[in-house]
């Protein structure tokens, strides 16, 4: 995910101050230096900066220290350094399965007010559902704290179980025609049909205010409150979701057995789950595959069998790669890889794959260029890729 513009300027200022080492983001003394060769030959420069207990995302602040999100509930300030202090006033999650807190990001004013945004679970009555805070972070007592925090979005309805929540979120870049505009993914929730009722916002993404109300300039505004919400329907467990420089957005998201899918997203579009796929169920029962020409779903891009279970997408746009600019790289879970696919136009192929026998939770772009991702587990590591010699 692209750093937001008010937000990366305040770093690129203090990048250029050269309050940061040169040919590095500031980060802490490596604990491991080594390469990662690709499947087709490319070498990438590794260096593990500390490991979390379940991280799942991340998110570059204005003065070179960074936010982590660890599943159980803990939202970790990292320092340059590399000292880590847990934020006070995170909210309660529901961890288990593959629920707790999820996504961490930036206000785009974050610079002027502070503001931070949180997913998580959050057990109900009558089962749990995602969920999206926001806070303010202040860094002036002993120990950092959100404050003010508010929950100003909530999966409709809450159900049983502790799976495909997606709960991510990405802002409209600036100056674009959906700035100012907060995009968040809804999960399924593992019960398949409700990615088809509109009278729910699972299985869908998602287009609100950054307060979480309701823009009207969406779709589906006029039939009611939750209906409103929506930007695309028939989705799955949607992971990952980034714009690139056209303003375009795409998402990946896993599919059942087989068919993990990358979709170039389109307004009010119906992405076909449950009722098209590229796989099939883990039952075995087959699903029929996507045929836009006669079943008017919105077919993927690209997608995977066997499956690569994609957990994050970055559309990357920095210097440092400058050849991958505008093309996708995603945190695979099962494929225990970096995945980059090659984007033109509307077309996508996989390109190769980065593979150090780890699981990938999560994938973005640090404000200088550089890649960073978080492995999956309790011993997950923070990882900064750079070009490689002779790669």
């Known amino acids: 995910m692209r750093i937001p513009g008010h937000v990366i300027a305040p770093i690129l200022s203090?990048?250029?101050?050269?309050?940061?080492?040169?040919?590095?983001?500031?980060?802490?003394?490596?604990?491991?230096?080594?390469?990662?060769?690709?499947?087709?030959?490319?070498?990438?420069?590794?260096t593990s900066h500390g490991a979390f207990d379940e991280p799942w995302a991340m998110a570059f602040l204005p003065d070179g220290a960074m936010l982590v999100t660890e599943k159980a509930g803990t939202l970790q300030l990292v320092a340059e350094d590399g000292g880590k202090t847990p934020v006070a006033g995170v909210p309660a999650v529901a961890y288990g399965g593959q629920g707790g807190l999820g996504d961490v990001v930036l206000d785009p004013d974050f610079a002027e007010n502070g503001v931070v945004y949180l997913t998580f679970a959050e057990a109900g009555t009558s089962g749990n559902g995602a969920a999206i805070a926001r806070g303010i972070l202040e860094r002036d007592g002993a120990r950092p704290a959100l404050t003010g925090v508010e929950v100003i979005w909530r999966q409709s309805p809450k159900v049983s179980g502790n799976g495909h929540y997606s709960?991510?979120?990405?802002?409209?870049?600036?100056?674009?025609?959906?700035?100012?505009?907060?995009?968040?993914?809804?999960?399924?929730?593992?019960?398949?049909?409700?990615?088809?009722?509109?009278?729910?916002?699972?299985?869908?993404?998602?287009?609100?205010?950054?307060?979480?109300?309701v823009p009207a300039d969406n779709p589906f505004q006029s039939e009611g409150p939750i209906a409103g919400q929506v930007w695309t329907l028939g989705n799955r467990n949607i992971l990952g979701i980034d714009f690139d420089s056209r303003n375009r957005i795409w998402e990946v998201e896993m599919g059942p057995r087989g068919g993990d899918e990358?979709?170039?997203?389109?307004?009010?579009?119906?992405?076909?789950?449950?009722?098209?796929?590229?796989?099939?169920?883990?039952?075995?029962?087959?699903?029929?595959?996507?045929?836009?020409?006669?079943?008017?779903?919105?077919?993927?891009?690209?997608?995977?069998?066997?499956?690569?279970?994609?957990?994050?997408?970055?559309?990357?746009?920095?210097?440092?790669?400058?050849?991958?600019?505008?093309?996708?790289?995603?945190?695979?879970?099962?494929?225990?890889?970096?995945?980059?696919?090659?984007?033109?136009?509307?077309?996508?192929?996989?390109?190769?794959?980065?593979?150090?026998?780890?699981?990938?939770?999560?994938?973005?772009?640090?404000?200088?260029?550089a890649v960073f991702v978080l492995e999956d587990g309790p011993d997950g590591r923070l990882i900064e890729l750079r070009p490689g010699e002779g790669g």
């Open 14 to 46: 203090l990048l250029a101050a050269g309050t940061v080492l040169a040919g590095t983001t500031g980060r802490a003394a490596a604990e491991e230096r080594f390469t990662i060769e690709g499947s087709e030959g490319t070498r990438l420069s590794a």
């Open 167 to 213: 709960h991510r979120i990405v802002f409209g870049p600036e100056g674009s025609d959906q700035e100012g505009f907060m995009f968040v993914t809804s999960g399924d929730r593992q019960k398949q049909d409700p990615a088809q009722d509109m009278t729910g916002n699972l299985g869908k993404i998602l287009r609100l205010n950054p307060d979480g109300t």
């Open 262 to 369: 990358l979709n170039l997203v389109e307004r009010g579009g119906n992405f076909g789950w449950p009722l098209a796929s590229d796989g099939i169920n883990y039952s075995g029962v087959s699903i029929p595959d996507h045929d836009p020409a006669s079943d008017g779903f919105v077919a993927p891009k690209l997608s995977w069998t066997p499956v690569i279970s994609p957990a994050s997408l970055l559309i990357y746009g920095g210097d440092v790669f400058a050849d991958w600019r505008d093309d996708a790289l995603i945190a695979a879970l099962s494929g225990e890889a970096l995945v980059h696919v090659s984007i033109d136009d509307e077309t996508a192929s996989e390109t190769e794959r980065f593979s150090w026998d780890r699981r990938v939770r999560e994938v973005d772009e640090a404000p200088d260029g």
